[in-house]
């Protein structure tokens, strides 16, 4: 299995351009999140989604936008690229359950420069 | 969001046992403690989830006192390949209730 994909690995967007980056999984897991990692920082929640057609917000979701389509598919659309969005983002997929964290696997990551 | 509190880093050197502790004073009744690792350029990988006592798994144990509020991940015996940051999550139910925070920075020295 190929676990969970994230295209692309790299990206320089310059400031006001818009772009798409996409996460894919093939566990038919119903949980799927972003993440933005800043340098030294932890992880912070953008969107997430319980299931196709339900996507909420994170702990910093301004200037990012979700959608839902498809239980494998979850993208995070950039509306307008700003310097303060260069960041490593990550998407992750685990299945609901009610104890703990559980098992969440994540991509790769997509390394953004806005400049 | 139930928060965490670890230590920023720590050093140890290869063959060593570490020992990194996570406080969490407000742990509630049903939640459960997990730990995930993540290496330079990559994206968290889980590690070990427990509730009380102790659990072990084929790379580390943890270790959750009666009260709770504290939890210890044991990595036996680090190897180089084990320097990475360590986060503690603490929580129930959807991954969106977990908080990261900033996880502690392992250095393992030859």
């Known amino acids: 299995n190929a676990g969970v994909t994230q295209t692309p690995k790299f990206q320089v967007l310059k400031t006001g351009q818009s772009m798409t980056l996409q996460c894919a999984q093939d566990m038919n897991h119903e949980y799927m999140s972003w993440y933005r990692q800043d340098p030294g920082m932890g992880l912070r929640l953008i969107h997430y989604?319980?299931?196709?057609?339900?996507?909420d917000q994170g702990e910093v979701p301004n200037g990012y936008n979700v959608s839902r389509s498809t239980t494998e598919d979850f993208p995070l659309r950039l509306l307008s690229a700003a310097p303060s969005q260069t960041s490593v983002y990550f998407c992750a997929s685990n299945r609901l359950i009610l104890q703990g964290a559980g098992e969440a696997f994540f991509g790769q990551g997509t390394r953004l420069t806005v400049v | 969001l139930a928060k965490t509190t670890q230590p920023i880093s720590m050093d140890s050197y290869e063959g060593q046992e570490v020992n990194i502790t996570c406080s969490h004073n407000n742990i509630a009744t049903n939640d459960y403690i997990t730990w995930y690792q993540q290496f330079p350029s990559q994206g968290p990988r889980f590690i070990i989830q427990g509730y009380k006592t102790k659990v072990t798994n084929e790379v580390a144990s943890l270790f959750i006192p009666a009260d709770r509020k504290s939890s210890t991940l044991s990595l036996p015996r680090v190897s180089l390949s084990d320097t990475a940051v360590y986060y503690c999550?603490?929580?129930?139910?959807?991954?969106?209730?977990?908080?990261f925070g900033s996880g502690t920075k392992l250095n393992v020295k030859p």
């Open positions: 999550l603490v929580g129930e139910g959807n991954f969106n209730k977990f908080y």
């Open positions: 989604s319980v299931g196709a057609g339900i996507t």
